[in-house]
T-cell receptor, first 113, second 114 residues
Framework: DAKTTQPPSMDCAEGRAANLPCNHS???????VYWYRQIHSQGPQYIIH???NNETNEMASLIITEDRKSSTLILPHATLRDTAVYYC??????????????FGTGTRLQVTL | DGGITQSPKYLFRKEGQNVTLSCEQN?????MYWYRQDPGQGLRLIYY???????QKGDIAEGYSVSREKKESFPLTVTSAQKNPTAFYLC?????????????FGSGTRLTVV
């Protein structure tokens, strides 16, 4: 699986958009980009995933560059409850087999008043 | 509600004792996983199972054992051979075609060995 690089920490004011970058320059054509987040002392929570098109759901938007070497997770109106560690993961979808996910150290997002 | 239940939330054991962590899911997922997390670190894969009665070692399997006798259950035993067992343990599950949502995680068990 391709390696990802994320900044170790970021701050964001409540109500503003939080833009979390991820570099995955060695991504291959059949690898998806997944984002999870982990609030302190809880299990990680799935946020969103995409292949090459931009994606949006009720939690966030995912913007993937045209060359797919980087992506940005956007939380449009960050709240204090969005304070968490955010993990960017690149993984091939293997139909019929277990999909092992490899978690790096992620980005610690601190949302402040 | 469907989900994954890990119990207990906190566990204290004396050094040298084996301890078993419970993980149960009612999501009808085929695959289950155990991860370990140390303070300030990412998650590391211990064991995973794709189907009943089958499991594979992950990246840090030494000192751990698992079983998968039922689809719903994937208990993890931390044996006395594990040199540094104090950690946060997370169980997860996924359907075979894990494309849409990837993993569903439990809320974790924090094991402290004294």
């Amino acid at each position: 699986d391709a390696k990802t690089t994320q900044p170790p920490s970021m701050d964001c004011a409540e109500g503003r958009a939080a833009n979390l970058p991820c570099n995955h320059s060695t991504i291959s054509g059949n690898e998806y980009v997944y984002w999870y987040r982990q609030i302190h002392s809880q299990g990680p929570q799935y946020i969103i995933h995409g292949l090459k098109n931009n994606e949006t759901n009720e939690m966030a938007s995912l913007i993937i560059t045209e060359d797919r070497k980087s992506s940005t997770l956007i939380l449009p109106h960050a709240t204090l409850r969005d304070t968490a560690v955010y993990y960017c993961i690149v993984r091939t979808l293997n139909t019929g087999t277990a999909s092992k996910l490899t978690f790096g150290t992620g980005t610690r997002l601190q949302v402040t008043l | 509600d469907g989900g994954i239940t890990q119990s207990p939330k906190y566990l204290f054991r004396k050094e040298g004792q084996n301890v078993t962590l419970s993980c149960e899911q009612n999501l009808n997922h085929d695959a289950m996983y155990w991860y370990r997390q140390d303070p300030g670190q990412g998650l590391r894969l211990i064991y995973y199972s794709q189907i009943v009665n089958d499991f594979q070692k992950g990246d840090i399997a030494e000192g751990y054992s698992v079983s998968r006798e039922k689809k719903e259950s994937f208990p993890l035993t931390v044996t006395s051979a594990q040199k540094n067992p104090t950690a946060f343990y997370l169980c997860a599950s996924s359907p075979y075609e894990a494309g849409n949502y990837g993993y569903t995680f439990g809320s974790g068990t924090r094991l402290t060995v004294v």
